[in-house]
């Protein structure tokens, strides 16, 4: 073991703290282990020179990872594999005979009257596993008890469920993505389902608020929750305006789904509703929140984090940033028929054991469903 001598470290960080110096340059390179993947040869004794320091502890990383994502996850099924969702359309009215009755008219009432019913179906299902062997004789010489060779054992178990948990979290993302992507593609004029609040906010003040800067503007947050509390109660009343199927659709608020970017809702929550009195006037629906759609980049930065770069089905590539938030019906979005499982194989020549962690997952969008999506963007006016 490498053992250093830090008494002209100390002395500094006492005259530091105590006010008596300024604040200079400190080494900390001797203080702070950052961890070897081997031992080299300071790993012995500082007596006779020759004995291999012994593991004193043994500390596994094994954090389960439990995710962050919005809420989409819906049923499993053991048999069958293509979804059927079957819609009626709404029934036009006709003229009321009863209030004009015309002596010797026959009012049949065997007319048979058809109604409108559409199918749609969805039979797409994707898969991917994991696989890892699994050995105990080989690693006994490792541990010093049963106790440890277990917790090494659950340590890679969990590094399994973590990688899972990680990668269905992706996918749950990519779905809502598509489904963001579907309806900023298809409208792309409208203004209706696909929704530039900053240009709406600018066109009606008369303002030239940046994208880069409108999540700093109060007055703008406050335009934005108000748009939001809008068309919670938009979509709540039967239209064809809110979903790229033209359907009849409405949903009611036990069937709302809202997810806003972090920083967008923080914003409305640090800078607009603490400084509100009565902040029940400008409160926005519920929301669960996502730290980016598709991904951090290397910054964290809100170009970055807003964004979203995809190929839709139809091989358009959406690339969009300024995305806060979207809006939508249960049923618009979804991941279902989850099916994991695990198989295991003993290989006898070598000692080992093969598992395989095999998962299908089904994941949808259905166009004639209620989605919005409010983002910011700067025009050619701003």
Not at 196 to 205: C, G, M, P, S, W
Request: hydrophobic letters at 40%.
């Amino acid at each position: 073991m490498k053992v250093n001598q830090i008494y002209e470290l100390v002395n500094s960080i006492t005259t530091e703290v105590l006010g008596k110096g300024d604040v200079v340059l400190e080494d900390l390179s001797n203080i702070v282990d950052v961890g070897k993947e081997l031992f080299d040869n300071t790993s012995v004794d500082n007596y006779v020179k020759t004995l291999v320091d012994k593991v004193a502890k043994m500390v596994f990383v094994s954090r389960p990872y439990s995710g962050s994502i919005p809420s989409i996850m819906m049923d499993s099924w053991e048999f069958g594999a293509v979804v059927q969702k079957v819609s009626a359309e709404l029934p036009e009215a006709v003229e009321n005979k009863s209030w004009e009755l015309t002596n010797g008219t026959d009012y049949s009432p065997n007319v048979f009257y058809k109604p409108t019913v559409s199918n749609k179906f969805f039979n797409n299902k994707s898969t991917f596993e994991i696989d890892m062997s699994f050995t105990e004789m080989q690693v006994k010489g490792s541990f010093t008890n049963a106790s440890e060779l277990n917790s090494f054992i659950t340590m890679l178990y969990n590094a399994v469920e973590n990688s899972f948990t990680v990668k269905i979290d992706g996918l749950v993302m990519r779905t809502i993505n598509n489904m963001i992507a579907e309806t900023i593609h298809g409208d792309a004029t409208s203004n209706i389902k696909a929704v530039n609040v900053l240009k709406l906010y600018n066109d009606e003040t008369g303002k030239t608020i940046k994208a880069k800067d409108c999540l700093k503007d109060i007055d703008f947050l406050r335009y934005f929750s108000m748009k939001m509390g809008l068309y919670r109660d938009r979509l709540s009343k039967m239209s064809t305006l809110f979903n790229l199927g033209a359907k009849d659709r409405f949903t009611p608020a036990d069937r709302l789904h809202c997810v806003m970017l972090t920083d967008a809702k923080k914003s409305l929550d640090v800078y607009l509703q603490a400084d509100i009195r009565h902040n029940e006037n400008t409160m926005y629906p519920p929301c669960e929140t996502v730290p980016y759609w598709q991904g951090s980049g290397t910054d964290y930065g809100f170009n970055s984090i807003s964004s979203i770069n995809v190929k839709i089905p139809n091989g358009t590539t959406v690339n969009k940033s300024g995305i806060l938030a979207i809006m939508f019906d249960s049923e618009a979005v979804g991941i279902s028929n989850l099916n994991r499982r695990v198989t295991t194989n003993y290989n006898p020549k070598g000692e080992f054991y093969n598992n395989f962690f095999k998962m299908e997952v089904g994941a949808f969008n259905d166009l004639n469903e209620n989605f919005v999506v409010f983002f910011v963007e700067d025009t050619e006016s701003v």
